[in-house]
């Protein structure tokens, strides 16, 4: 999910005819009632350090508060598998300050030597947003049993194509430090 729709709002909630308004010489007497907010579903809250410490205290080990530069990975958590079978990485991201988000996150499924066996690279926000500073947002990435094959973990990293690599400061680390592997559970 990208910043932008992580941050959506439900547009279904809109008005779709004008709303009448109480005339100005409303008085006490003649209440009026209060709008219902319309139920905000849980996917479309954005996240918040109060909102997903309870979920981030499962984050996988190693993950917790890793730094890129100016972003932060909050945590990473990983559930067996989707509605199509596919392994669901989250990554909780967070911007340190406020700043565009043009970086592209690296995504490789590794084996233990750190090998590629599958990549699933992606814009980390295709429309660039700026984010404000300790602003959150879940970036989940579908990866496939045929990608998954042979694979013991999960390398993530943020770069501009074509140029600058930031560096992880923590965690276990490949590439110079660029590479930050997310172990993946054990198969039976």
């Not at 079978?85 to 592209?104: D, I, R």
């Not at 879940?138 to 560096?167: C, F, N, T, W």
Request: aromatic share 4%; hydrophobic share 40%; proline share 9%.
């Amino acid at each position: 999910m990208s910043l932008a729709a992580c941050n959506k709002k439900d547009e279904a909630s809109k008005p779709t005819e004008p709303v009448n308004l109480p005339s100005p010489t409303a008085t006490a007497a003649t209440p009026t009632p209060s709008p219902t907010p319309a139920a905000t579903p849980a996917a479309d809250v954005s996240p918040t350090k109060d909102n997903i410490a309870t979920l981030l205290a499962h984050a996988v080990e190693g993950t917790r508060d890793i730094r890129f530069g100016n972003l932060q990975l909050d945590g990473a958590l990983i559930s067996a598998t989707d509605k199509s079978g596919a392994t669901v990485v989250e990554l909780y991201w967070e911007s340190l300050v406020q700043q565009p988000l043009t970086y592209t996150v690296l995504v490789h499924a590794v084996n233990d030597k750190g090998d590629i066996l599958a990549e699933a690279d992606h814009p980390q926000d295709a429309s660039a947003k700026t984010a404000k500073a300790v602003e959150i947002w879940k970036d989940p990435i579908h990866l496939s049993a045929e990608q998954l094959k042979g694979a013991r973990a999960v390398a993530i990293g943020l770069y501009h194509p074509g140029s600058d690599m930031l560096k992880a400061d923590k965690g276990r680390r490949d590439w110079n430090n660029v590479r930050l592997w997310i172990p993946l559970p054990s198969n039976p």
